[in-house]
């Protein structure tokens, strides 16, 4: 059974990561999954009542803002479908000026995922993770001077 949630911070502690994501897994504290939850709209996605996938976006300013997911392994299928379809919905009813999305360079559906949604490669974050590791940034951007 797949079920869309609020998110809550402690949902992010019960998801093992995809490999793809090992950037997140670095990062992942309680006190970031409270931080995430406090940025902007955020929901989890439930398979079989258990915690596959968080996915949420954080403000950063009026008109801007960045597009986060935590996904594991075995989301499977209809789980990720429920996440993308909530991702689209918002994506299309916000009126952002740019939006963002930070993709480690080897995540091919990741990648995937981003261009699917309409996001356009900007270019190669050099030594921007912390590790030191370099990160594609992708964008969408509406609306300005033509």
Do not use: K
């Not at 596959?52 to 803002?65: D, K, S, V």
């Not at 960045?66 to 996440?83: E, H, R, S």
């Amino acid at each position: 059974m797949i079920e869309i949630a609020p998110y809550i911070p402690s949902h992010a502690a019960l998801i093992e990561l995809q490999p793809a994501q090992h950037l997140a897994a670095d990062l992942i504290s309680p006190d970031y999954a409270r931080r995430l939850a406090a940025e902007g709209p955020a929901v989890t996605v439930m398979v079989d009542r258990q915690p596959r996938g968080c996915l949420g976006l954080a403000w950063q300013w009026p008109g801007r803002g960045i597009v986060w997911a935590l996904l594991a392994a075995d989301i499977g299928p209809q789980g990720l479908t429920a996440l993308s379809l909530r991702a689209a919905r918002w994506l299309d009813r916000h009126d952002w000026a740019r939006i963002e999305a930070y993709i480690d360079p080897n995540h091919a559906n990741g990648h995937r995922w981003a261009r699917l949604f309409g996001f356009t490669h900007e270019g190669r974050l050099r030594r921007y993770a912390p590790d030191g590791r370099d990160i594609d940034l992708y964008a969408i951007v509406r609306g300005g001077p033509d």
